[in-house]
């Protein structure tokens, strides 16, 4: 299905940090939440993101990642997820994460 540039422009994706990684035991799925740090604008966000196949909390934080910030909040178990952290799924459903070559300001907008 094609979509026009105006459709496009309406997705809000963002680069922000992750400042907070814990474990998620109530998620369906193995998960983390996460706390991202989207700069002054946005402000912090809480996610929760099904990545635990192949990265660990320790390479997580820190790390620049992309996530759309315009969706409604969703209900994941006892978590108001905020926003949805963007990857690609890999062959065995295990998310990589989109990646940046250089740190960019948090709050920067992609597109």
Do not use: H
Request: net charge neutral.
């Amino acid at each position: 299905m094609e979509i026009t540039w105006n459709d496009f422009e309406k997705v809000e994706m963002r680069i922000g940090t992750i400042i907070e990684v814990n474990d998620f035991p109530e998620a369906r799925n193995p998960a983390y939440q996460l706390k991202i740090d989207f700069g002054p604008e946005i402000g912090i966000r809480k996610s929760s993101a099904q990545i635990t196949v192949r990265y660990s909390k320790k390479e997580l934080l820190n790390r620049q990642i992309v996530a759309v910030v315009n969706f409604p909040k969703k209900q994941i178990a006892n978590l108001m997820s905020e926003c949805l952290v963007l990857g690609a799924v890999g062959p065995d459903n295990d998310i990589v994460l989109l990646n940046l070559d250089f740190k960019v300001e948090n709050g920067q907008r992609v597109g």
